[in-house]
Structure formats: C-alpha cells, structure tokens
C-alpha cells in the first residue's frame, strides 16, 4: 500500500520503447505521482501493415524480441503483486477508453524520439484534457536542458562530440526503482490476464508464424540485457574493441548492445556505468573510448532527429535539392533477397533476413550499393532496415541512411564504398560470404530495359 497520499489517486505507466524498471526516468516520476497505478503496453495493428514504402513498420525479429521483453516485464510485476496489461488497437483509441473507464488522472510514458509518434501522444494530451500526461527521456544519456544544445553543435558529429567533451558533462548516475515499494495496484476494468491477452492477439501478431532465428544469442528483457552487459565486461573483449568492431560477424568482434538499447532493455547510462567501472579495474584505452564513441553517435542521432523532425524522412533531407535516385522494383527485390552480383551485400542481406541482424560495416556497404550502385531511393533502403532488424532505432536508422545517401549531416556529402576493396579488407578468404552463400547470386540487375523490352542475356557479350 502506498504510505502517503501522493498527487494523483489513478495513474497508469505505457511502455514503448522502454521496457525495463531500471533506469527509467518517466516510469520512476510517474510511481512517485500516483497512489495507485497500473502497467500497459498497447499493440498497435498499424505496426503490422506495410505502409511505411511498402514494409511493416515492425517486423518478425524485433516483434520477438519484443514479445520475450515483454514477458520479463511481467514476470518482474507478478513478483511484486502487479501484472502487464496488454492491450491491441490503435493507441490514441485504446488509451482513451481505458482513461475513461477506469477514472484515470495521470498517464506516463517515455519521450519518443519519432515525430510522428510525439505528435500522436501530443494529440492523446489534448483529448484527454482532465488526465496529466507526463513523459521523460528515457534513451539518451546527456538531457537536452542540462547540455544547452544550439543548433549549430548538430551541424556535424564532430561539431557535437567536441562540443560535448569539451563541456565535460557527467552523465547522471543510473537511477535504481525498488520494485518492493510500488504503489498499490490499480485494477483495470474488463482487462485479460497477461498470457491471455498474448494469445488472443491477431495471428500476424501472436508468434503463430514460425518465429524467425534470431542472431546467436539475443533475447529479449531487462533481465537478458543485464546479463548480455556484465558478461561482455567480465571479458576482455572491451580492450579489444576497436579492432574488432568492423568485423562482418562474430559474437564479440562488437558489443551486441544495440537491440537492448533499442527495446529499452537497457539505458545508454548503465552501460557507460558498467564502461567506467571496467575502466577502472582494467585501464582505459582506445578500444573502451571507442565504446564511449559508438553511444556518442547513437547519442547524437537521437538529439538529430528531435531537431529535424519530419525531415528526418524527408526524400532531400537536409540537402537542397533531391537526390537522383528512384525506384526499380526488380533491383530492390533482388538487394532485400541478397540476390546481386555482388557477394559481399549477398551474404550481408542474407545475415539480416535470417537473424535480423547485420553488423555496422555491413550495414554501410549494403546502404552504399543501394544507392549508389543500384540508384534507388534511401527511404526503401531504410524502410526495409526498420522491418527487418532486431535492433531499430528510428533516429540511428533514419540519420545513418540519411548519411550515406548524402542528404544527412555528412560533410563529405554522402558515403560510395568500393565493394571489392571492402571484401577484401573484411573478408579476403570469403569465410563470410561462403557461410551465408553470398556467392550464390544473379549476375544481372534487370530483366527488362529502359522502356520495359526484355533483355536477351543469351545474346549479350561477356
């Protein structure tokens, strides 16, 4: 029971991409407002149509991940005497009902970094006009207000990282939520219980399709991350990291963090709180200032995309004019399938579709070749990425591809890999190409020409 009247008598705490206890800024200001709350987390169907260029804007691989986060979530509830209540339609309707029905006065959530998704809470706010909303940023490390970030620091990566060093911020200590100390228990009106919910969800949602294999070992929830995290500092693969990190495959040739920091299985705080103590006991080097780097980029993404809004999305970008790309249906198909004439982007794409995910250097060449090579619009390129990894991050995503296609922040204007020297750089005995049969391909890009003849590719000379 609560032992103090608080300022809300209801509130109810919506996971998104947040689903972990620790370290969450808005879950821990919403337990401290309310006397009673609740734990929700809405499936959107939308997430499952392809109306982002033709690709969910979900796919199997994160959908699974997911769906194991969400299952530590409630398993951490049911050991405190609460439960996840989960809830399918669209978010602005469901929400609504639900603070209806149940008299709810304050409602928290984590701050969005999508545009799209701050205009729909932004929204909710207004309809809800007698319920408090009250949100927090739950995915970076530096606050924005305690930064004092001008426009002028996001101009370019280094422009911020040196703004940032040079400021010599503290990142905040990882804040601790005592489970044992929760409100007390607001029971929602007409709500299923957590495993029946899970499994009255609409096929395409429930996991009934066979569940896709994902990459060695992720899975997904705060307790996996936790262990993922100290496992990969209890190891000396930190000091290693800087070169390694470009490698196509293997488990600790790179941190792995990346789809627990997606889910919000982790904070980028607590990771730089387990950094600094094996820095501590270990030395620090290039190789954990590398680590440190990463999350500065990802940290920089994050900050990016609250400044461009819809630009982020947008054909130009940031560039003045469009880029003189298109779309080719028949290329597309073949770079999704891993079916080009290059090997290297075969066994690459290959990688995703079977795991959901592919290492940073993959991701920069297949981006590349897209572009550059294939000459098709970024968008379908970044579009299908946020389908098919594990570890989508709508800012990361959204700014890397910016960047390479040379609408984005890159002061060189945009990224043209030679995927030959790439090869042979990365995988000069094709021990990675060989394992995900990249080599098994279609030389040719198109079956028709310009104005839709077949080509005969029998008559064409070597």
């Not at 489970?179 to 219980?193: F, G, I, V």
Request: glycine share 6%; aromatic share 14%.
């Amino acid at each position: 029971m609560a032992d103090q009247h608080k300022n809300y008598s209801k509130g109810i705490y919506c996971f998104t991409d947040d689903l972990r206890f620790q370290d969450n800024i808005a879950l821990a200001n919403t337990i401290a407002q309310c006397d009673e709350i609740a734990f929700i987390y809405i499936l959107d169907p939308r997430w499952f149509q392809k109306t982002n260029y033709q690709h969910t804007w979900i796919g199997q691989a994160k959908w699974q991940f997911i769906k194991q986060s969400l299952s530590c979530l409630n398993q951490q509830l049911a050991e405190h005497g609460h439960q996840l209540t989960l809830l399918h339609g669209n978010v602005e309707h469901v929400l609504c009902e639900l603070i209806r029905e149940n008299n709810v006065n304050f409602v928290g959530f984590a701050t969005l970094v999508g545009s799209n998704e701050q205009v729909l809470w932004a929204e909710l706010a207004t309809k809800c006009a007698d319920t408090h909303f009250a949100s927090a940023n739950n995915s970076i490390m530096y606050l924005g207000e305690r930064l004092n970030l001008k426009h002028e620091y996001l101009t370019s990566f280094s422009r911020f990282r040196r703004f940032v060093e040079k400021q010599q911020i503290k990142i905040e200590q990882p804040r601790k939520i005592h489970l044992d100390a929760l409100p007390s228990r607001l029971t929602l009106q007409n709500q299923p219980s957590f495993s029946k919910a899970l499994t009255a969800l609409p096929y395409f949602i429930s996991g009934d399709v066979q569940d896709v294999q994902t990459h060695d070992s992720f899975f997904g929830g705060e307790k996996s991350a936790v262990q993922h995290c100290k496992q990969y500092f209890a190891s000396s693969a930190a000091s290693n990291y800087k070169t390694t990190r470009n490698a196509l495959d293997g488990w600790q040739n790179s941190t792995k963090f990346s789809p627990y920091l997606a889910n919000g299985n982790v904070s980028a705080r607590q990771i730089m709180q387990w950094l600094k103590q094996f820095e501590l006991a270990h030395g620090a080097s290039e190789s954990t200032y590398w680590i440190y780097f990463e999350l500065l980029w990802r940290e920089y993404f994050h900050h990016l995309a609250n400044s461009l809004g819809n630009t982020l999305y947008r054909f130009s970008g940031l560039a003045p004019c469009a880029p003189s790309t298109s779309f080719y249906a028949e290329r597309f198909n073949k770079w999704c399938n891993g079916n080009t004439p290059y090997p290297i982007v075969n066994a690459c794409m290959k990688q995703l579709n079977q795991t959901g995910f592919m290492s940073n250097r993959g991701r920069q060449l297949v981006a590349s070749y897209l572009v550059n090579e294939l000459g098709i619009d970024w968008r379908y390129g970044a579009a299908y990425f946020q389908q098919q990894l594990i570890d989508h991050d709508i800012a990361s995503n959204w700014g890397n591809w910016q960047y390479i296609a040379g609408v984005g922040v890159d002061p060189r204007g945009g990224r043209h890999f030679n995927l030959q020297k790439q090869t042979s750089l990365y995988d000069p005995e094709h021990t990675f190409i060989n394992k995900w049969h990249g080599q098994l391909c279609d030389a040719r890009l198109d079956s028709t020409d310009m104005v839709d003849w077949p080509i005969d590719w029998s008559k064409k000379e070597d």
